[in-house]
Nanobody, 122 residues
Framework: QVQLVESGGGLVQPGGSLRLSCAASGFTFNNHNMYWVRQAPGKGLEWLSTINTINPGDGKEYYAESVKGRFTSSRDNAKNTLYLQMNNLKSEDTAVYYC????????????WGKGTLVTVSS
C-alpha cells in the first residue's frame, strides 16, 4: 500500500538548518508530483512546495512566498525519497511538516505522511 514516512524533524535554533526526508513506497514515485505542507500550532495547513516529476515531467519546483529562498525541495527517484532542505529557520517555521502525493487526474493530494515536528527555538 502507499506509504509516506517523514523524518528529520527536531529542535533547532533560529537561523539553523534541518533537512527533512520523506520515504515513499507502494507506488511508482517518479509518476507523481510531490508536496510539502505544514501545520503550525493552532493554525491551518499551509502548502510549502511542489516538485514535479522528472522524465516525464520538468522537475520544476514551486514555493510559497513564506519559504522561498530559504527552503529547497528535491527528489531522488532512485531512492524513492523526497527532501526538504530548510535554512535560516525562524520561530514561525515551528510546525508539523508533511509530505504528500498528488492525486493524478484530480489535482490536490491523495496520500499524506504522518508528519515530523520541527521546533525552532532558542
Amino acid at each position: 500500500q502507499v506509504q509516506l514516512v517523514e523524518s528529520g524533524g527536531g529542535l533547532v535554533q533560529p537561523g539553523g538548518s534541518l533537512r527533512l526526508s520523506c520515504a515513499a513506497s507502494g507506488f511508482t514515485f517518479n509518476n507523481h508530483n510531490m508536496y510539502w505542507v505544514r501545520q503550525a500550532p493552532g493554525k491551518g495547513l499551509e502548502w510549502l512546495s511542489t516538485i514535479n516529476t522528472i522524465n516525464p515531467g520538468d522537475g520544476k519546483e514551486y514555493y510559497a512566498e513564506s519559504v522561498k529562498g530559504r527552503f529547497t525541495s528535491s527528489r531522488d527517484n532512485a531512492k524513492n525519497t523526497l527532501y526538504l532542505q530548510m535554512n535560516n529557520l525562524k520561530s514561525e517555521d515551528t510546525a508539523v511538516y508533511y509530505c504528500a502525493r498528488d492525486w493524478p487526474g484530480y489535482g490536490g493530494m491523495d496520500y499524506w505522511g504522518k508528519g515530523t515536528l520541527v521546533t525552532v527555538s532558542s
